[in-house]
């Protein structure tokens, strides 16, 4: 057990700086802090509440629905320190709005991926539980981003997602001067074998964190690259966001329908209601 000088806030976070007034129950945690700024323009409302490093934090509220949103940095570890600290404050839901690569045929630059589990090719999560433990999404979170990529309109796919800690070679890509680390050239076409839809960086990490903690975690991601084409494009940047934020409005639905219910938690059975009143 480590001495209480190893914790040196009992409510401000030390990464964050928040606290446990300053975030909504769900988060969504994109990579990019500058990305904060694209998300919260679709709310109805927000404020600024904390910026540190690379964490930017703001909270308001979409169609009605309170909500926040913390930028993580690139990479698990940074991830996994942003999701400890805002559990710690009370968040309880945590959706990773991001970019990535595809690596199946048919996926467009543009298109959306909704994560129902991550292959934890990151090292973060391998600190925290044995390497067979699985990093998968809640499925209350997944059937809310579902709903809600359907009600936008926006073309997705829903499937495995691999996190890497590496852009480069861990992605398959070479490194400096061409650079090819063991494994690399046949790392894609393994994944894609195995029906992996896409490679990302910090989705295995928060999903494996929640699941440890009893929190839900869900990840969106817009297709950046796709390694079967070539094709590379920053093309529906805020799709992910839209649907993440609209998530969040069906999943607050979802837990008022089970509280009427008296259900332990939301099932299809208990249906959604009118989830943008």
Known sequence: MTGDSEDPNDEVQYHLAVGPDDVARTVLVPGDPERVEKIVDLWDEFELVAEHREFRTATGAHRGTPISTTSTGIGSPSAAIALEELARVG????????SCGAIQPGMDVGDLVITTGAVRQEGTSDEYVREDYPATADDRVVAALVAAAEELGYDYHVGVTASTD????GQGRPGFEGFEAAGSDDLVDDLREAGVLNIEMEASSILTLAGLYGLRAGAVCTVYANRVTGEFRTEG???AAETASLAATYLERMDERAREAGADRWHPGLGLGDATE
């Open 91 to 98: 968040c309880e839901t945590f959706i990773r709005v991001g």
């Open 237 to 239: 940047e805020s799709r």
């Open 166 to 169: 590496s852009f480069y070679p």
